[in-house]
């Protein structure tokens, strides 16, 4: 209820009292989707509002104080610095209000939802010559005085529309039409309706707002909440209260998530690893070494025939005769040559699976670590503290912050975009010409690279193994073989005003593959 009528009919008295006979002394941007506007009130002190425009969730809030940014930062609507705030108006029925200045300008907080926005009218009665959100093209076509709604609450009116409760109070919102609901309005006669109306109506009426956290989503609301997190009756407080636990904690509450979910990711393929590992070791534990069957082989030398490829010798290991078979082409000697040199490189793999598996074990205790502190950090301070320890939290700081999936394939990064807009910035800001990009053709997917280094080009293992990513991140994962084609970067490009993520491609080849994610490369 933070953007609807019946909480504004609350906080425009609030603005109003602040701001009336102030000045506008500074309007500007430091951060996407947010306007401040520094008003210098006529008791010679800042009054701030921060209009956060972010379509997922647009708000408004009233700092105490705010520090504008030396760098990265740009005024905005410049007709109006300097310029006394004579009036402010809520449109009747309207989730929106409006400054008129001392030059008859007028400022419209159009608070939409995804479609709130800022403008600025020379007078009143015309059209907009200045938008916040110069994205909305329809804003273009506002006039203040056509937003404005009359409506009668009356009992004659509510019989008329057969207590239809969005007809008869379209601005009701979501809380109030589930209040409604849960009193039993949709089974209710037409006068048992009209009296939960009218009991709704005089709720909202009391100055009393509650902060309440549901489905993970923080929500203020008019009515009386036995679950609130916190409650004022000062609207301008209430906003902010809004603002600190919708945006500010909702981010933090997010990227502790995000943290969270790739730390179990990273646990869960280490967890993998280690189960794989032990089961490797203990089939190789069980196995005989190959040395054993060139030892055989050397002491029975004058019982094999010459050309044979299968001989059955008596194995002084086993105290029993077994049957070995012979490599084609090779003689004893040299076949029983391969067996120990096999042993022996089977002895290396089996210490360094060993090695592995105790990093891995020790990995493990570290995530474990890393979860808890992630688990027990309370704020953005603690997080990004917890993001500076160096490599510590380097997996997790770059799933976060980055908009690609980072694998490694025989020495070389092979990057994956995360969605269709992440493609978008992964061409845009971290390839290189000569990196390769690969896609799967003529179906959406994911962008791959291959990052190239200095003296070295990718060997046709990498590009299949990069191919095989670029497949299962499509739409062709579930594919016996898909075409994927590839190219340098330097051949790829955005064309002005196209979808997020479609590119046009030059010189392109194509090489079919079968789609593998990342456990099975």
């Known amino acids: 209820m933070h953007l609807n009528y019946h909480f504004f009919k609350f906080l425009c008295p609030a603005i109003k009292s602040e701001i009336l006979g102030g000045n506008i002394v500074a309007c500007f941007s430091q951060n996407k989707e947010e306007l401040i506007i520094e008003i210098q009130t006529k008791d010679d002190h800042p009054f701030f509002i921060r209009a956060l425009l ?77 938008l916040f959100r110069k994205e909305l093209k329809e804003d273009q076509a506002i006039k203040i005085r056509d937003l404005e709604k009359e409506l009668t609450l009356t009992w004659e009116r ?13 601005t009701l919102g979501k809380l109030p039409r589930a209040w409604l609901k849960e009193a039993g309005y949709l089974e209710a006669d037409l006068e048992e309706r009209f009296s939960l109306m009218t009991e709704l109506l005089e709720m909202m009426e ?37 603002f600190q636990k919708a945006v500010v904690r909702k981010n933090f509450e997010t990227i502790k998530n995000q943290l969270l979910r790739t730390l179990n990711e990273r646990r869960k393929k280490t967890l993998n690893y280690i189960h794989k590992t032990r089961e490797k070791l203990e089939s190789m534990e069980k196995e005989p070494p190959p040395s054993q069957t060139a030892d055989v082989i050397m002491a029975n030398l004058h019982q094999i025939p010459p050309g044979a490829n299968q001989v059955d010798l008596f194995d002084f290991y086993l105290n029993t005769h077994r049957e070995i078979n012979l490599k084609r082409g ?6 029983a040559e391969q067996l120990y040199k096999k042993s022996k490189n089977k002895k290396i793999e089996f210490d360094q699976l060993r090695k592995n598996l105790s990093q891995k074990e020790k990995e493990l205790d570290e995530i474990a670590k890393e979860e808890e502190e992630v688990n027990q950090s309370e704020d953005f301070r603690s997080i990004k503290s917890l993001l500076k320890k160096g490599d510590k939290f380097s997996t997790a700081k770059q799933q976060v912050q980055l908009p ?60 299949e193994r990069a191919a095989a990513l670029a497949a299962h991140y499509s739409k062709n994962k579930t594919a016996s073989l898909a075409p994927v084609m590839y190219t340098p970067c330097k051949y790829v490009r955005k064309v002005k005003g196209s979808l997020p993520g479609a590119v046009m491609v030059d010189r392109e080849k194509v090489i079919l593959i079968k789609p593998e994610g990342p456990e099975e490369i």
Not at 158 to 170: C, E, K, T, V, Y
């Open 404 to 463: 690609y999936k980072r694998f490694e394939v025989e020495g070389f990064e092979v990057w994956v975009g995360k969605s269709a807009k992440a493609n978008d910035e992964l061409l845009r800001r971290y390839t290189w010409k000569e990196d390769i990009w690969l896609h799967a053709k003529d179906v959406s997917g994911s962008h791959v690279i291959i990052k190239t280094q200095s003296g070295m080009n990718p060997t046709k293992s990498v590009l």
């Open 330 to 335: 090779l003689s004893p000697q040299k076949f």
């Open 206 to 242: 009391v100055p009393f707002f509650s902060i309440f956290k549901k489905n993970d989503n923080y929500l203020l609301s008019l009515l009386p909440c036995q679950s609130a997190i916190a409650s004022t009756a000062d609207p301008l407080e209430a906003c902010n209260l809004y």
């Open 158 to 170: 509510f019989q008329q529309l057969d207590g239809n409760a969005s007809q008869f109070l379209p």
């Open 54 to 130: 972010l379509p997922s969730n647009p708000c408004l809030s009233f700092p105490k104080d705010f520090k504008r940014s030396k760098k990265n930062n740009v005024d905005l609507f410049p007709e109006v610095i300097g310029k006394k705030i004579t009036e402010l108006h809520l449109l009747s029925y309207e989730r929106a209000f409006y400054f008129i200045l001392d030059d008859q300008q007028a400022l419209l907080f159009k608070m939409h939802g995804s479609r709130s926005n800022i403008l600025l009218f020379t007078e009143k009665d015309d059209l907009p010559s200045n």
